[in-house]
């Protein structure tokens, strides 16, 4: 499944508050979704995210030295992160949602696609992607390629509900006062003027978002024909699927902001050598 980017515990209790929603009918069934969409690879792609936990407080990974790794590799384990996940589309994901989606990413089309986007969501060299799928950008602009279109079109529907700015600043916010309460950092903001500050550069990570998003599905593509990148781009504009997305960018970043706000309660246990 791709990458997915208000408070996110409002969006989860909006979607349960609808009138006639049917829940989804097991664990079981909730699981192998999962597995055929590969939101499951995208949630273990979280993990990742933690090397930017360090920028956050103005620090460097190698501030907290060997510790670094095993504290993320703990609070970013795969397990609990799937059970958080599975907890909340238990709730949340209506069994026509899930048949709907998974129909589509069990086709041959839709598997290739699978593996194709597990292989970008953990692939760490992000410089040598960025600057692959940057190249693939320009060449598909000069060309005044229609693909560059679709690639739009794609991105604009997995992110229907426009959460991905608010999500990444409702994370930013979660993890910083966590980091405060545990003791971690000092902070002379309170929290309004945090959400504040954050709010002030919107319109700035929004357009950064918009072009990395760009830069990445042209990366994660580049092997698929014009025809079904636009097959694709149709799929995901489809009202269901796009309510599917939507639940799942909630889903995703409520997960990063408990793991984040674990990271920050658990850095109290690092060894004095590696204190701030």
Request: a negative charge.
């Amino acid at each position: 499944m791709r990458a997915v980017r208000l408070c996110l515990a409002t969006t989860i209790m909006l979607v349960l508050a609808l009138p006639g929603v049917a829940l989804a009918a097991d664990r079981a069934k909730l699981q192998d979704f999962l597995e055929v969409t590969g939101f499951d690879v995208a949630l273990e792609s979280i993990r990742l995210s933690a090397s930017s936990a360090p920028d956050m407080l103005g620090l460097e990974a190698e501030d907290f030295g060997s510790e670094w790794t095993r504290l993320t590799n703990e609070v970013f384990a795969t397990d609990v992160m799937h059970d958080l996940a599975l907890d909340l589309l238990e709730k949340t994901l209506s069994d026509d949602l899930l048949t709907h989606a998974a129909d589509f990413y069990d086709t041959d089309l839709g598997q290739r696609l699978v593996v194709a986007e597990n292989a970008s969501h953990m692939k760490e060299e992000s410089d040598l992607k960025e600057e692959s799928g940057a190249a693939i950008v320009a060449g598909l602009a000069q060309l005044d390629s229609p693909r560059l279109t679709y690639l739009e079109r794609m991105n604009a529907a997995s992110d229907s509900a426009g959460t991905a700015v608010r999500a990444i600043q409702e994370v930013q916010v979660r993890f910083l006062m966590a980091a405060v309460g545990a003791g971690v950092i000092q902070l002379q903001l309170e929290e309004p003027e945090l959400r504040a500050l954050l709010s002030a550069d919107e319109d700035a990570m929004k357009a950064e978002i918009e072009a990395g998003a760009l830069i990445g599905s042209a990366y994660t593509y580049q092997a698929f024909s014009d025809a079904e990148v636009l097959e694709y781009a149709k799929a995901l504009e489809h009202p269901k699927m796009r309510k599917v997305y939507d639940l799942m960018n909630a889903v995703q970043y409520e997960i990063m902001a408990n793991r984040f706000e674990a990271l920050a309660v658990a850095m109290q246990r690092l060894q004095p050598s590696q204190e701030l």
